[in-house]
């Protein structure tokens, strides 16, 4: 399968978990059917300057951001720390994490959540 750039699914939304601003995500995969059951979301992701993804705990599953671009604070279960391109998060199942853009441009991001 190849999947060209104008075939990605493109949505902009208000930032999930009772996060601030928008937020938008484009699936490079398209849920569970194209990741071999494994996982649900494998996403590029901006996160606007002001906007955050408000925390949240993962239950079943665990979520990976690669940062591409941009300056975020993210939240791991309760600890914040700066993130910027080429860091990695990772959220176990059972943990929690938000990531807010607190720079002048967006947080572009690779997201990956698999199942536990």
């Known amino acids: 399968?190849?999947?060209k750039s104008n075939e990605k699914?493109?949505?902009?939304?208000p930032a999930p978990f009772q996060g601030k601003g928008d937020?938008?995500?484009r699936s490079l995969l398209n849920g569970?059917?194209?990741?071999s059951?494994?996982?649900?979301?494998?996403?590029?992701t901006t996160v606007y300057p002001g906007s955050e993804i408000g925390y949240h705990v993962h239950?079943?599953?665990s979520e990976t951001y690669y940062i591409l671009s941009g300056t975020g604070l993210y939240n791991d279960n309760?600890?914040?720390?700066?993130?910027?391109?080429g860091d990695v998060t990772y959220c176990a199942p059972g943990e929690g994490h938000g990531l807010s853009c607190i720079g002048d441009?967006?947080?572009?991001?690779?997201a990956l959540i698999l199942y536990e």
């Open 1 to 3: 399968m190849i999947r």
């Open 9 to 13: 699914e493109t949505v902009r939304k």
């Open 23 to 25: 937020i938008t995500v």
């Open 32 to 35: 569970p059917e194209e990741m």
């Open 37 to 44: 059951q494994k996982g649900r979301v494998f996403g590029h």
């Open 59 to 61: 239950n079943g599953d």
């Open 78 to 85: 309760g600890i914040t720390s700066t993130v910027s391109a």
């Open 105 to 110: 441009e967006p947080v572009e991001m690779i």
